[in-house]
């Protein structure tokens, strides 16, 4: 299975949502999640946390192999969807693991695939397939530990 990108509306997917220690950046406990991209087959949840805005940077958290992962990263679109040439840019700039995470020996190269696999169906959520002409990818950063 792949990513899916979902309204998460229903109580249990919220329970299930903040179960994984998912925070918005204000370190306030995420009850509402909203919009995100869920595998549930892999169980590898990816949701917004907010920011963003001129030049500051929007906040995602990544449920991954039993880790939350925090990132950092902008988004640029060209083009429109109503002209079907949408392209979307993202550019991730922080990647904060726990400690444990690198304790466990996990593999920075699947987790890069795994955010690009993620970023890459977040782009496509309320949108038709046939109006995005690209989605790119940009991960110029490697993990580092999380202070929290």
């Known amino acids: 299975m792949a990513f899916v990108g979902e309204w998460i509306e229903r109580e249990e997917d919220k329970k299930y949502i ?32 907010g920011g963003g805005g001129l030049d500051m940077p929007e906040s ?17 679109n060209e083009g429109t969807r109503f002209k079907n040439n949408l392209k979307v840019h993202w550019y991730i700039t922080w990647i904060g693991v726990p400690k444990t995470w690198f304790e466990a020996n996990c593999s920075v190269d699947k987790l890069k ?3 690009t696999e993620a970023f890459t169906a977040y782009a496509y959520i309320d949108l038709k397939a046939s109006q995005v002409l690209e989605v790119t990818v940009d991960i110029s950063v490697d993990p580092v530990e999380k202070l929290k």
């Not at 958290?61 to 988004?75: P, Q, R, T």
């Open 18 to 49: 903040a179960s994984k220690g998912f925070t918005y950046i204000t370190g306030k406990e995420m009850t509402d999640a909203g919009l995100g991209v869920i595998d549930r087959e892999r169980d590898i949840i990816l949701v917004p946390r």
């Open 60 to 76: 995602y958290g990544l449920y991954l192999d039993g880790f939350l992962i925090d990132m950092e990263g902008h988004k640029r």
């Open 113 to 115: 695939q795994v955010i």
